[in-house]
């Protein structure tokens, strides 16, 4: 009934009027804060009646206060056509659809949609403000938004304003349209220079575009920062050198550790080391280990070590057969590097300069000892050489060693000297009508020996002798060859006996003996001489030389003198090709043994050949009548001898004849024997005598 006549009255003054109501400004879509305020505007002209607000299709009344809704008030002037609604403060069940309705007029305002934004929380970081890594290590940081946040929020992770990637995002839903918690983890592996950085999480949304930060503080763990010095760097072998170890490291250092080349180093302790350098430090650095209880850290440095040359790879003996190639190699090391340089043993030239020396096709030339030296550099420090040997294989080297003459029906010896490698595998006498490896056959022997030493590097030695029993004229007409071979082929050589005559060897013999008896007896007669002029009397009797073993066996004795005969003496006849005369002046020489008592000889001895009596005797004058019965017999010499008569002849004592000259001559011939191979340069190996073994007793003297 009062609707009716509100509508009445209404289209009474549209009509008076000549204007309808109609909308001057409707609400639209509005988005607010949480906890805001939200405003909707509705104004309305031509019209003077009730105006009211719905909430989807709820009035909330015409009152301007609108009673039961505490929050919700309309304002503006009501005479102007103002109705705007408010709602403060703004919540989640205040979002919905507004209109704005003039009842008496039948007029909607369109619908206004109002949202109601909620911003994010602060976000959390697990661990902080400040949380603890570990240098090295990957670690994660998680930030967490809890809350309703409409729209849902993001969270960023940022670094002195710099965001960062490396994070991955996560979201919890409650309900369709809003959000539970929200996490954000960043993935990172801190490094020393992370210590005290300062990370921010950020929790941005629709509702809050700048966001809502956290910050945190990184505070790093790390295993020691080391540096490892040397003073000096560089140093002689033998000098003192000390290491400076210094490190930084959270939490602090608990312990120090040296070791050289990986051994420990024993007793060093703390970040200071001092120890004498040697050549070991070049190629083994010292380190050293610092510890904490996060974890340890090493540094190691190599010291400028100055040595002269040590030899680490010897060169090698090698053995190759002729024509092939072959190398020595040798490794010295030295700080400088020495300079290698190859030479032969005994000689100067340098055949090549490094650690390699290359001989293409060798041969027989080429053997021998090669040196590897090395040479100290600028350091002038040592020096040193190394040897090896090359052997070349080829065919052996057979060469004649000088054989003595021999004589006829004698012994004789032919030599050759053999070189081979490898070793030969037979030495082989051979001649006209046979041959011989070893052994003997017939009148011949082969006898093998080493040689003292082989050539350098042409391989052991052989001497090879091949003995002739009872020589034969063939045997001096014919060569005998000496061979020798092994895998490389043979070699070998003729050898000639040469021809020793008796008689010149004798002829030889006699005529020095007659030039020292002719000498001896001309000496001795200008002594005589000479004593002669000094005595005023001589008594005839001691011009007379008696011959020991004559057939009167007494002795006689003259003022002084001391008997030293003996009743054994032979006679006067000697059936031997010599004789024995000795003289002696007893006034001139006394009569002492030389040999003390050893061959029991008196004075010194002289021996005169002189002729032979037929039957082969020694010839000698008829005895001097001036002899007493009982005492020795005495010989006059003077005119056998053609010589001046002597001041004085000199009497036999104790069976021998003595003479002032101190000189003896006697004749020695060494015994027939084999004796060993004679290789001296130069000299003939004659071990053998040709001349007949004398059958009289020699006088033994000792001048």
Request: aromatic share 6%.
């Amino acid at each position: 009934m009062l609707v009716a006549a509100l509508l009445v009255l209404l289209f009474c003054f549209k009509g008076r009027a000549g204007l309808s109501p109609h909308f001057l400004k409707q609400p639209e879509d509005l988005v607010v804060l949480l906890g805001e305020e939200a405003w909707l505007p509705c104004a309305l002209g031509a019209y003077r009646g009730l105006v009211q607000w719905t909430k989807d299709g709820l009035a909330l009344g015409g009152e301007r206060d609108l009673p039961g809704w505490s929050r919700y008030w309309i304002s503006g002037n009501a005479a102007s056509g103002q109705h705007d609604l408010h709602i403060r403060p703004v919540e989640l069940e205040d979002e919905a659809s507004y209109e704005c309705q003039a009842t008496q007029a039948g007029l909607r305002s369109q619908a206004a949609q109002l949202r109601v934004l909620v911003p994010p929380e602060p976000p959390q970081v697990l661990g902080g403000p400040s949380v603890s890594l570990v240098v090295g290590v990957p670690a994660n940081l998680t930030c967490r938004s809890r809350g309703e946040a409409r729209p849902s929020q993001e969270l960023l992770w940022f670094r002195d304003g710099v965001r960062l990637d490396g994070t991955t995002f996560h979201k919890t839903l409650l309900k369709e349209g809003a959000s539970g918690s929200v996490e954000s983890t960043l993935f990172l592996t801190p490094s020393s220079h992370d210590d005290g950085a300062t990370l921010v999480c950020r929790a941005r949304s629709q509702a809050l575009p700048t966001g809502r930060d956290t910050a945190i503080t990184l505070s790093l763990q790390y295993p020691p920062v080391v540096t490892l010095s040397a003073e000096p760097q560089t140093v002689q072998e033998g000098e003192k050198v000390t290491f400076l170890c210094q490190a930084t490291a959270q939490p602090p250092v608990t312990g120090y550790r040296w070791a050289k080349g990986g051994s420990p180093v024993l007793g060093a302790r703390g970040p200071r080391l001092e120890i004498v350098a040697d050549a070991s430090f070049l190629t083994e650095p010292v380190s050293c280990e610092v510890s904490n209880a996060v974890g340890s850290a090493n540094r190691s440095t190599a010291l400028d070590v100055l040595f002269g040359p040590i030899l680490q790879a010897k060169p090698e003996a090698k053995s190759v057969d002729i024509g092939e190639d072959t190398s020595f190699s040798c490794a010295w090391r030295g700080n400088p590097l020495p300079r290698i340089t190859w030479t032969r043993r005994g000689g100067t030239q340098v055949l090549s300069s490094g650690p390699t020396l290359r001989l293409p096709s060798v041969g027989p030339e080429d053997a021998g000892d090669y040196v590897c030296r090395a040479e100290p550099g600028r350091s002038g420090l040592g020096g040193g050489a190394a040897e090896a040997r090359l052997t070349v294989n080829a065919p052996p080297v057979v060469t004649a060693l000088h054989s003595a003459p021999a004589f006829l029906r004698g012994p004789a010896r032919l030599q050759c000297l053999v070189f081979a490698s490898p070793a030969p595998e037979a030495v082989v006498w051979s001649w006209d009508e046979g041959f011989l490896e070893a052994g003997s056959r017939g009148r011949f022997l082969v006898e093998t020996f080493p040689a003292s030493e082989g050539l350098g590097g042409q391989g052991p030695g052989l001497i090879s002798v091949l003995h002739i029993s009872g020589t034969q004229e063939s045997d001096f007409r014919r060569g005998f060859n000496c061979s020798a071979r092994n895998r490389l082929g043979e070699g070998g050589t003729q050898v000639h006996l040469g021809r020793r005559d008796l008689l010149p060897t004798v002829r030889i013999v006699a005529g020095v003996a007659a030039t020292a008896t002719t000498l001896l007896m001309i000496s001795t007669g200008v002594a005589l001489c000479c004593w002669r002029h000094g005595k005023s009397s001589f008594s005839k009797q001691k011009n007379l030389v008696r011959i020991p073993g004559s057939s009167n066996g007494s002795s006689s004795r003259g003022p002084g003198e001391e008997e030293t005969g003996s009743s054994e003496d032979r006679g006067p006849i000697v059936p031997n090709g010599h004789s024995d005369l000795v003289l002696d002046k007893k006034e001139a020489l006394e009569t002492k043994d030389p040999t003390n008592g050893y061959y029991k000889v008196r004075g010194v001895s002289v021996s005169l050949s002189l002729g032979e009596a037929p039957g082969g005797g020694l010839f000698l004058p008829p005895p001097s009548p001036l002899g007493l019965p009982g005492t020795p017999a005495f010989y006059d010499f003077n005119p056998h001898l053609d010589m001046v008569s002597p001041c004085r002849l000199y009497r036999s004592r104790a069976g021998y004849l003595t003479t002032p000259h101190p000189r003896a001559f006697t004749s020695y011939i060494k015994p027939t024997s084999f004796g060993p191979p004679d290789l001296t340069s130069g000299m003939s190996p004659f071990p053998y005598a040709a001349f007949p073994t004398p059958t009289h007793q020699r006088l033994q003297t000792h001048v």
